[in-house]
């Protein structure tokens, strides 16, 4: 079909054309842009357990040194791996009996199968020393210093009465809907 | 380069060009689209201890309310957590033992640490209500109104033998790939 | 507006224009194939209760039946499951110790709740027998087939001095990276 003059009209129109599905495709991809995952791993550690909150930050190292952002939301039975001491006084009675018989620190924490009053958790860690396997308060040290961000869940330390000063400093303070901020954002979710 | 109309055949040629460019990356962008995850959260609920199934519907609940799809996918102890009440009539031998040692109702499901034959569960129910956070039921009527989803696995039904009328009312039924049709479109997958 | 043969050069310039947003879009959408996640499923399973790995394989095979790639991260306790008999000579105290406490194979699997040293598994096994539903063992062989992937995580083995020949063959070797790796480009990942 030969081209004259009078009918170059057309082509600008087949070029208005090909903008049109080029901008709508633009905004296509920057829908699917806006919603692609970032490079983040959040995770839960209900766990108060040496063995699993172990797993947890061998996990969040991990994915911390090959570039990925880790957020940590610790709740229930995890807050004991980030304590640093247990205060009774201003305490209700069930929050000063949940205090005495939980872990004051992470030096304390119970293994989650074969515990033996403690004698199993001493074994893990001897175990783990002997292998020169980093210990749990080396890995959370680790942890901090890669960047992992550890964020205590408010809720559960309202319902159990730990105050600030019972936990490690660093930490951010936070609900539910800071751990889905960054679960729904990430390409891993776990629950430990 | 002078462009004369003899050399206007190009021009049709490299718009022809574009227009097929445009149409590839428009069936990538709609493959991408397809493929990508929903405003979706879905859990397993395999554990049928308070704690755990709390933490369950606090993240269900919180993810329902920011406008996420959520489906529960409850299954072997975590079925618990949906019983109305145990019947005994008409089970297998094996089928009632199970009955009568498992929770009839979300109202008597154990901790999993420090229950002290229910002990446990009491206390945290009771510092929960002293803060004022809603009760597992509360919670698990919230959900219901959010519209998140609860499936009871078909599977460990039909291996403990557990029937209709001992489950409360509202809930799915299905199996494992009723799990996976959701869980492969999720932004978070958990297994509680 | 008259085109004429001077006023061309606008109309390839506008070309020039549309191909190189074309470019960039085409750029773009490469980048969010490249980052966009594979059909892959990715568990951990940590726990050697023979409830939770039956609810790994049953979710595991299931992936796999839908097309899914399946990675299955054995660590900690959940290496039992991968057992086939326990060896002592040539361990050390605490690695025996460990070795004569733990089930040896994944027929000595406990389960997580009211095992009754033995009894709640053997139960669970025939209620299962008695519905038809595929043992474990059964199960893992069937998720072989199905090509699911299987890695003992070399971390825990070191730990626990678990050797080659007391697991199962067909298995692979690998650290955190190895589940990260997988995890990473996953559609749903698990911590069981």
Redesign the interface.
């Known amino acids: 079909m030969?081209?004259?003059?009078t009918e170059?009209?057309p082509?600008?129109a087949?070029?208005a054309i090909?903008?049109e599905?080029?901008a709508q495709?633009?905004s296509?991809?920057a829908e699917?842009?806006a919603?692609?995952?970032e490079d983040r791993?959040?995770?839960?550690v209900?766990s108060?357990d040496l063995?699993?909150v172990l797993?947890a930050f061998?996990?969040a190292t991990?994915?911390a040194a090959?570039g990925?952002e880790v957020s940590m939301f610790f709740?229930?039975?995890g807050l004991n791996a980030l304590k640093k001491r247990s205060q009774l006084a201003g305490k209700?009675l069930?929050?000063r009996?949940?205090a005495v018989?939980s872990p004051s620190s992470s030096l304390e924490l119970p293994v989650?199968?074969?515990n033996y009053f403690g004698i199993g958790a001493k074994?893990?860690r001897?175990?783990?020393a002997?292998?020169n396997?980093s210990s749990l308060e080396e890995m959370m040290e680790m942890a901090r210093e890669l960047g992992v961000k550890m964020v205590a869940c408010e809720?559960s330390r309202?319902?159990?009465?730990i105050r600030d000063d019972e936990l490690v400093d660093g930490l951010e303070s936070g609900?539910?809907?800071s751990?889905?901020g960054d679960?729904?954002?990430?390409?891993?979710?776990?629950?430990?």
């Open positions: 030969p081209v004259t003059d170059t009209p082509v600008a087949a070029e090909l903008r599905r080029l495709l633009e296509r991809v699917l842009e919603r692609q995952p791993v959040s995770m839960v209900f108060g063995d699993k797993a061998v996990i991990g994915a090959v990925q709740t229930f039975w209700r069930f929050e009996m949940m018989m989650s199968k074969m074994m893990l001897k175990m783990m002997d292998k396997v809720m309202d319902v159990m009465g609900g539910v809907g751990f889905l679960a729904l954002d990430s390409r891993a979710t776990l629950f430990i």
